[in-house]
């Protein structure tokens, strides 16, 4: 496979598959994407991405590269195909022909329909499928949204189909476990990202409810209080406020710092039926991040007692730059 097909072929041989890639003459298309290795053409995605396999490489503009893929199909349990829809039944290569094959497909659009034949890349993908519109900042006072969407880094796309292809792959072989025949496998990167956000698909399709994106918190139909407040040097903790749990905890690690006054001692009030009782679905929620932000502004990030509170059994997190979790024991 190509670039596309890189993280299923990755999962394969983390579930313990021998894994073999099979490459053009002149080298995977993932082999020319950077970051690469300290000034030389060895790259660093293409390392990542193909640990743990085994790699051949195969002519297939020449009848004996075709022929040693069709020989290497027969001992093979599954085919994991990247390639554009129509290529290799133009070569003359019909997996098929291996009743016992799992043949998996992953295609950007689908290999019948009008967007068939299009090409894409890991932001178009994330752009048509909705996730990009669920990513970003809260909107203005006046509920106007003054800044674009986020497009979310690293090969996304490509990470929601090849991780639904494997799934499938793990299907179809537990069903040719019973009946010995393999099965084909399709995964559009379009459908695969289109059904990854969360609520927002079937919102719109059972109830035409759009969901609105928010800072550090799920898009929903409705603006909800933040979740994140802000030291006294100008960094962030997250908190989360799911249920009365958390309610309950919050009073009493409030009170070592000095910070319940005013806090009900059960802080009631649930939100209606239906209604997941985080920052804004009710007013006992939205007082608990209240009281957390007063804390939080107490300290520095670096003073920020949030490992207390994890202790003390509330969900808290102090929200990192990339390379502080790396160097973080």
Not at 160 to 172: D, K, M, R, T, Y
Not at 217 to 229: C, D, E, K, M, Y
């Amino acid at each position: 496979p190509g670039v596309v097909g890189l993280l299923a072929g990755l999962l394969c041989a983390g579930l313990g598959a021998s894994v073999v890639k099979a490459e053009p003459p002149e080298g995977s298309p993932g082999r020319r994407v950077g970051p690469f290795y300290d000034g030389t053409e060895e790259s660093l995605y293409f390392w990542g991405y193909n640990r743990g396999k085994q790699s051949v490489v195969l002519d297939l503009a020449d009848p004996a590269g075709r022929r040693r893929l069709d020989f290497l199909l027969a001992d093979a349990d599954v085919l994991i195909d990247a390639t554009p829809p129509g290529e290799l039944a133009g070569l003359g290569l019909d997996p098929a022909a291996h009743p016992a094959l799992v043949h998996a497909r992953i295609t950007p659009f689908g290999e019948d329909g009008p967007w068939a034949g299009f090409a894409t890349s890991d932001l178009v993908s994330l752009a048509l499928g909705g996730v990009v519109m669920n990513c970003g900042y809260d909107p203005d006072p006046a509920g106007h949204y003054d800044l674009p969407p986020v497009a979310p880094q690293a090969w996304h796309s490509l990470h929601i189909a090849g991780e639904q292809l494997v799934i499938g792959v793990v299907s179809a072989l537990l069903y040719r476990l019973r009946s010995g025949l393999g099965q084909k496998v399709s995964v559009a990167v379009h459908e695969a990202v289109a059904k990854n956000t969360e609520i927002d698909l079937m919102s719109w399709v059972m109830l035409r409810q759009p969901v609105y994106r928010q800072t550090c918190r799920h898009a929903l139909a409705t603006i909800t209080n933040p979740s994140i407040s802000y030291t006294k040097d100008g960094r962030w903790n997250l908190s989360m406020h799911i249920g009365s749990r958390d309610r309950r905890l919050l009073r009493p690690f409030m009170e070592r710092y000095g910070l319940a006054d005013g806090m009900a001692t059960e802080m009631a009030g649930e939100p209606p039926p239906g209604v997941r009782p985080v920052a804004g679905a009710s007013a006992a929620a939205t007082a608990g991040v209240e009281y957390v932000q007063r804390l939080t502004r107490r300290f520095t990030y670096d003073g920020l007692p949030w490992q207390e509170a994890q202790l003390a059994g509330l969900l808290w997190s102090p929200v990192r730059k990339p390379h502080e979790n790396a160097a973080d024991e």
